[in-house]
């Protein structure tokens, strides 16, 4: 390495010589150009020249990108450490906190009130920057070329088997029935959300300073919030999904609906509160109330932690709009032509033998492919396409939705750039706060806490949208995932580590795709008369002799 440094800096030290001295030194181009044949410049002679000074170009380039990205990524790594520090701190940032880097150690020893959290700050996602090169859009293209494929095997196939082109999509129309119960659903949810926690903030907020039992008044106001989530948010669209037996894709939309309500409820709550409390300590003539309106927007916004305020864009591009969300639905076609011709096809064709580790097998390793682009489209179509739309639409300015999770080494730094949004919540609303109310001396109690809540809520979200509990991500994510979390930290830099981590990842997709698949075909031909609540929880593919 030290060899390869010297050695460029050899190369870049005699490109930045003077004039001056190439002329004193001579020039070897210039005199091979002035040197004449006959009157003329040899020909020969200079296309040598061109091609040897092209090889050292050639030669010297990936040097020269090893050392600036190198040098880069060191400077932006510190950056990102020290604001990060900052942050913690409840420091504000400037400019000359930044460079002063013999100073910054103190701000690690100051501790964060808990209402200091995020920065929103105008940015751009990452796709959309990365899709002004040539290279990525290239790959970009490659899938629209995939799902143009898809489509046409389809037809071709419908074609042969059944002599006509069958434009039905029987398996969308299936996956999202009874649309106008999950519209009137949503709209109860969001009229609740709305109106109720608003409600009981502002009552609490306005009442606490002049009540003569200032912890009744907040234990009161504190038990209604409770009560509000639990009850009316956590089990009133259950039921109606339940009652109404919505089909999967319906249930996933009241699902994920219901969950984000509450989370951003909480958010309301978690931020204004310490406000409150502080302008009464402080006596302060005004109570901090937010307005209908700042609420409102925060219902909408795509980001799961509460403020007044958001950096905004000054235009809104509706041509950006209507691309995003026709990228969404160009997403939602092409997962039904994964599931219609990878997925489908794999499980109607099972034989008919008993569960074993053979069929398991096999069944894992077809269902990588199918499971690896469902979690891409998911990806594509939600945490950038859908959540870009409706920041476009509000204006809202930071769209850092997701980092560069493909580049993650580690499996701690992929579950922080996967899913931001979600992250930041976790990690200022859960693992902050676990922190502030015990001790930083409990880090690793802390992130075990987080990853349980993590996944409790995603195992909750497949068991309900399925119609059966089978824990298979469950086990993953609380047993393999956390282990990965400590075994592959943020100390694995190495190449091979990203070659692990989406190895691991893409048979955790297969894993999942082919458990979960497996068992509800299974429960759709075996179905039981009277089926007691253990039949619910309890797997039928490891006992369904497959008859289609």
């Known amino acids: 390495m030290v060899g390869e440094d010297t050695s460029l800096r050899k190369r870049l030290s005699r490109c930045s010589e003077s004039p001056e001295e190439k002329e004193d030194r001579g020039d070897p181009v210039q005199q091979s150009l002035e040197t004449p044949t006959n009157g003329r410049v040899d020909i020969k002679q ?33 950056l990102i450490e020290k604001s990060a520090s900052l942050d913690s701190g409840g420091c504000a940032l400037t400019t000359f906190s930044v460079l002063e880097g013999e100073n910054n150690y103190r701000t690690k020893d100051l501790r964060a009130p808990p209402e200091h959290g995020k920065i929103f700050v105008s940015r751009r996602s990452l796709l959309d920057e990365l899709f002004e090169v040539d290279h990525i859009r290239t790959i970009y293209h490659m899938f629209i070329a995939l799902l143009i494929l898809f489509a046409l095997s389809t037809l071709v196939v419908d074609y042969i ?47 606490y300073r002049g009540s003569a039992y200032p912890v009744v008044h907040t234990l009161v106001h504190g038990l209604l919030f409770v009560a509000f989530q639990s009850a009316v948010l956590g089990l009133g669209p259950t039921y109606v999904v339940l009652a109404y037996k919505l089909p999967p894709a319906s249930r996933c939309i009241v699902i994920f609906e219901q969950i984000r309500f509450i989370m951003k409820a909480h958010s309301f709550f978690r931020e204004n509160v310490p406000r409150v409390l502080s302008s009464a300590k402080e006596k302060s003539s005004t109570v901090p109330v937010p307005t209908v309106n700042q609420y409102l927007y925060f219902l909408f916004a795509p980001t799961l932690i509460y403020r007044d305020s958001y950096p905004r864009t000054p235009t809104i591009r509706w041509g950006y ?8 639905f160009g997403c939602l076609f092409y997962m039904y032509y994964v599931f219609e ?45 859908w959540l870009n739309a409706f920041a476009e639409m509000l204006r809202f300015g930071d769209r850092m939705f997701y980092k560069d999770w493909w580049n993650s080494t580690s499996y701690s730094n992929y579950y922080r750039t996967w899913n931001v949004v979600v992250h930041d919540w976790l990690y200022y609303y859960a693992y902050k706060d676990f922190l502030w109310l015990f001790s930083k001396r409990f880090k690793s109690a802390a992130m075990l806490a987080v990853f349980a809540v993590s996944a409790v809520v995603h195992e909750y979200i497949l068991a309900v949208c399925l119609n059966f509990f089978y824990p298979v991500l469950f086990v993953l994510f609380m047993f393999f995932g956390m282990a990965f979390n400590f075994i592959a930290n943020d100390s694995r830099k190495r190449p091979i580590w990203n070659v692990m981590m989406w190895t691991s990842l893409f048979a955790g997709q297969g894993v999942l795709l082919c458990f979960y698949s497996q068992e509800w075909y299974a429960r759709q031909h075996c179905p039981l008369k009277n089926p007691t609540f253990l039949d619910y929880i309890r797997p039928r593919s490891w006992t369904c002799r497959y008859e289609f």
Not at 177 to 206: E, K, N, R
């Open 321 to 328: 709009v209507v691309t995003q969300f026709a990228q969404v």
């Open 341 to 385: 011709r990878l997925c489908a096809p794999l499980f109607r064709n099972i034989k008919q033998e008993p569960f074993s580790a053979r069929v398991l097998v096999l069944c894992i390793f077809n269902s990588i492919l199918p499971g690896v682009l469902a979690q891409l489209l998911v990806f594509f179509s939600f945490l950038h396409c």
């Open 161 to 207: 088997d059944e002599g006509r082109l069958v434009l039905e999509f029987s398996l969308i129309s299936y996956a999202f029935g009874q649309f106008p119960v999950v519209l009137s659903t949503w709209l109860a949810m969001f009229l609740s959300v709305l109106s109720v926690p608003y409600f009981i903030f502002q009552h609490w907020a306005s009442g």
């Open 46 to 78: 200079l296309i040598a020249k061109k091609k040897q000074l092209t090889a050292e170009a050639e030669e010297l380039k990936p040097y020269f990108m090893k050392e600036v990205g190198t040098h880069f990524d060191d400077f932006v790594t510190s």
